[in-house]
Nanobody
Framework: QVQVVESGGGWVQPGGSLRLSCAAS????????MAWYRQAPGKQRELVAM???????MYGGFVKDRFTISRDDAKNAVYLQMNSLQPDDTAVYYC??????????????WGQGTQVTVSP
């Protein structure tokens, strides 16, 4: 069994910053990618940022150098530093981890989500 837990959401004024954290635990041999997605009310879930096991990263087009994803493989953790936040960034942010189990199979796991609200 694998658990993915996020933390760090909250309320911030426009232009402010937040740092999200996520850790995966359980029956994990290794983790391929770790990523952050978000879903605003009435909208589809979208990719915010992803970091592969080789360190390569990708970001959603709306990020525009405002966010930075980083991983700590020793802790099976991923972080998202978000700067210059705007009201359009308001959403529930979800952590995703693609893990490799002891039997060699892969599986995608999601956290419960953490709310980020950007408003005056």
């Amino acid at each position: 069994q694998v658990q993915v837990v996020e933390s760090g959401g909250g309320w911030v004024q426009p232009g402010g910053s937040l740092r999200l954290s996520c850790a995966a635990s359980g029956s994990i041999i290794s983790i391929n990618h770790m990523a952050w997605y978000r879903q605003a009310p009435g909208k589809q879930r979208e990719l915010v940022a992803m970091e592969m096991s080789n360190g390569n990263t990708m970001y959603g087009g709306f990020v525009k150098d405002r966010f930075t994803i980083s991983r700590d493989d020793a802790k099976n953790a991923v972080y998202l530093q978000m700067n210059s936040l705007q009201p359009d960034d308001t959403a529930v942010y979800y952590c995703n981890a693609q893990v490799k189990y002891y039997n060699g199979h892969l599986g995608d796991h999601w956290g419960q989500g953490t709310q980020v609200t950007v408003s005056p």
